[in-house]
């Protein structure tokens, strides 16, 4: 039994920021300052304001959060709308079935999205599963990164297994990897309307699959392009296949 006071907040209330317990939201609740607590949960609109939130276990936000600073926790999810004004820093899994957006870098040991999750900085985990919307300016790095959503990454995507289903529109400004395998999803798939395509710069592995995807240079030992590829340079060590419709601009054996 934790020795610090429980908060549970049912109406509207506004409390010190502090260390704390067990903290739970269901109504409308504002923290002034950082806290820090064992369990935050919150299913209501609540707020940690001039500062940020440490969490000695899991944080769950089924409602609408804001949280003025950094954010440290055992776990993360969020099923509801979360916004964290700075960075996250989570040893655990995070999931995203709602919305997040964090105005910083992400840390977690697996990220899962199938809702929408938004960063202004860059992503690490051990593995990430992407079925929703991610979005970043920054870099995201994986040991395997998995998506069947739309991908919106500004800088590079590197991970030792990189393995991208396309339902909708897609853009990666590089990617780095072992294995990289960019396929059409399933036709029956709708939930995006548009055309399936991945646009890049730059996608260098050792072997590399790609279809329906613009790309400057792909570089590789064994490469395959596959259907409605539009590749500007190929650069490979090993073998090249070719797809009978895809265009290939220049094949360069290295």
Excluded: W
């Excluded at 607590?37 to 409602?63: I, K, Y």
């Amino acid at each position: 039994m934790s020795e610090y006071t429980d908060i549970r907040i049912h109406g509207a209330e506004r409390k010190p920021g502090g260390r704390y317990g067990v903290v739970e939201i269901s109504g409308s609740g504002k923290f002034d300052g950082s806290v820090e607590c064992d369990s935050f949960r919150l299913s209501g609109a609540g707020e940690v304001e001039n500062g940020g939130l440490t969490v000695h276990g899991p944080l769950s936000c089924s409602g609408a959060g804001k949280i003025g600073g950094p954010v440290t926790a055992d776990s993360l999810n969020a099923s509801g709308a979360l916004t964290v004004k700075a960075e996250a820093q989570v040893s655990g899994p995070v999931r995203v079935s709602g919305s997040i957006k964090v105005e910083g870098n992400l840390r977690a040991d697996a990220l899962t999205v199938s809702g929408i999750c938004t960063l202004e900085g860059s992503a690490a985990a051990t593995g990430m599963e992407i079925s929703g919307i991610l979005r970043t300016p920054g870099d995201v790095q994986a040991e395997v990164f998995r998506s069947t959503g739309c991908l919106e990454i500004g800088g590079l995507l590197n991970a030792e297994t990189v393995e991208i289903q396309l339902a909708g529109e897609n853009r990666v400004a590089s990617i780095g990897g072992g294995t990289v395998r960019v396929v059409k999803r399933d036709a029956g798939f709708r939930f995006f309307r548009k055309r399936p395509s991945l646009n890049a710069t730059l996608i260098e592995a050792d072997e590399i699959t790609l279809e329906y995807t613009d790309a400057e240079t792909v570089r590789g030992v064994n490469v395959h392009i596959g259907p409605e590829c539009v590749i500007d340079r190929v650069e490979y060590s090993g073998s090249l296949t070719t797809d009978a419709n895809c265009t290939v601009r220049e094949k360069v054996k290295v």
